[in-house]
């Protein structure tokens, strides 16, 4: 079992930046690999990011391909998410996902456990 807690969300002009964090519970998070996705209101889960368990495979949506960066520090048990270049439609509750195998994807139905998420509010 793992547990996920997202912070670092918050309000933001277009063109800023912002880092997301997602603390795990759990000593094994380094056997897991982890996700980002968003949902804007009246609009379903999106993918945005995901990354190995070891962090040596990156994959990106194309929408944030070159602004966003996932990484992740497993002494830490944290996954991040670097956002520059901040547009409004990347307003959304940002979640965290994981999941206990080494490679990661794209799919909610991919991930088995989640976030509670945090709101991204970008302002043109």
């Known amino acids: 079992q793992v547990q996920l807690v997202e912070s670092g969300g918050g309000l933001v002009q277009a063109g800023g930046s912002l880092r997301l964090s997602c603390a795990a519970s759990?000593?094994?998070?380094?056997?897991?690999?982890a996700g980002w996705f968003r949902q804007a209101p009246g609009k379903e889960r999106e993918f945005v990011a995901a990354?190995?368990?070891?962090?040596?495979?990156?994959y990106y949506a194309d929408s944030v391909k070159g602004r966003f960066t996932i990484s992740r520090d497993n002494a830490k048990n944290t996954v991040y998410l670097q956002m520059n270049s901040l547009k409004p439609e990347d307003t959304a509750v940002y979640y965290c996902?994981?999941?206990?195998?080494?490679?990661?994807?794209?799919?909610?139905?991919?991930?088995?456990?989640w976030g509670q998420g945090t709101q991204v509010t970008v302002s043109s």
């Open positions: 996902a994981s999941r206990p195998v080494y490679y990661s994807g794209s799919y909610v139905s991919d991930y088995d456990y």
């Open positions: 990354i190995s368990a070891s962090g040596g495979a990156l």
């Open positions: 759990g000593r094994t998070f380094s056997s897991y690999a």
